[in-house]
């Protein structure tokens, strides 16, 4: 019995092929169409999540439509862990109103 499988052989056994693939050592051996089963998870509705206490980081914004006009300061509170995360989160969503903006400060939220 062979133990060494060819390079074919083992692109058949990882990506599947249309045609059937047939080593030197065995010519007789076909290897049947790889069988894929989809299964889908249901959620019920009455699943009941517990509710996990997140960490919040709160993002201080200087924003202003005007260059070198009237700025305005705005808070932004991310549900992240991750500073630069959390920053980024709160530019974009400032940009969508503002068009210049500067971030000022990203601290942890108490409470």
Known sequence: ????????????????VSEPVVSAGNKHRKHPAPQVSTILSVKSEKQITSKVFTSKLRV????????????????????????????????????????????????QCSG
Request: aromatic share 10%.
């Open 60 to 107: 201080k914004l200087r924003v202003s439509n005007e260059f070198e006009g009237k700025m305005y300061e705005i808070v932004h509170e991310a549900d992240t862990l991750s500073s630069l995360v959390a920053e980024q989160e709160a530019a974009k969503a400032a940009r969508k109103k503002y068009r210049f903006v500067e971030v000022i400060s990203v601290r």
């Open 1 to 16: 019995m062979k133990n060494e499988i060819t390079e074919k052989e083992m692109r058949w056994a990882l990506f599947g």
